[in-house]
């Protein structure tokens, strides 16, 4: 992992100036010193360039000779739009199933790899299928998943401005076992009771299940291991 140089701050300091120019925004003081900032900031922000996501994954350790599934939910994942330049909000979980006598990757560098793969100017489909990828190639276990639920600031800040819908991605590899399957299903669609996510005002349709006594009751305990 490297960092950008001073080189690289110093033209995107540049290019925000510019941009503050072309629209003719001087706040003062409180812009003076903007373009260094914000220059600073995006070198945070596209932290994932500077990185190969998938060597997180060399942390291994020993396991039981059938360690389960396992699966690591509400995975805070903060990305940028490639299209708009504008924020990619929400969380992922992530399932493997170790073969039988390998062994286990440490449980934060599951975190790691979505957030080096998040850090980039993305599109969600292509994250998922990163993560899939690379523990299907450094793992090789069973079975893998990756599902992401995002809200999208280029669609909450312009355009349709639609602060309800939100998106949903999912990929996957290996050979699958519907108890595993449903397992990480449960984990995730039951994985925003932490809060996580910023709840939404309630649909029109949503209120009338909730009226009727619909509403599907909590998912059943996942079969493995989850966090």
């Not at 706040?27 to 070198?43: I, L, M, Q, S």
């Not at 006598?101 to 489909?125: F, H, P, T, W």
């Not at 602060?163 to 990929?171: A, I, L, Q, R, Y």
């Not at 709840?199 to 009226?211: E, F, I």
């Amino acid at each position: 992992m490297h960092s950008y140089t001073e080189d690289q701050i110093m033209a995107a300091e540049s290019a925000i100036s510019g941009l503050l120019a072309a629209f003719n925004i001087d706040e003062g003081d409180h812009t003076d010193n903007t373009p260094h900032r914000v220059a600073k900031a995006w070198a945070d922000v596209l932290g994932g360039y500077t990185e190969n996501p998938a060597d997180h994954l060399a942390t291994t350790f020993t396991a039981p000779q059938n360690p389960g599934l396992v699966v690591v939910r509400n995975i805070r994942m903060q990305s940028t739009c490639a299209h708009h330049l504008l924020p990619i909000t929400g969380t992922a979980t992530v399932a493997y199933r170790p073969r039988p006598g390998e062994r286990v990757v440490g449980l934060s560098k599951i975190n790691r790899l979505v957030d080096g793969y998040a850090r980039r100017l993305q599109v969600q489909e292509n994250i998922t299928a990163q993560v899939v990828d690379a523990i299907a190639d450094r793992l090789n276990p069973l079975w893998v998943a990756c599902a992401i639920t995002a809200d999208y600031g280029c669609m909450t800040l312009r355009g349709v401005r639609d602060e309800c819908s939100d998106t949903m991605t999912f990929n996957e590899w290996g050979v699958r076992d519907s108890a595993d399957v449903d397992a990480f299903w449960a984990a995730h669609v039951g994985g925003g009771r932490r809060g996580y996510v910023t709840p939404r005002p309630a649909r029109r349709h949503d209120r009338g299940r909730r009226a009727a006594g619909n509403r599907r009751d909590a998912p059943p305990t996942p079969i493995g291991r989850v966090l």
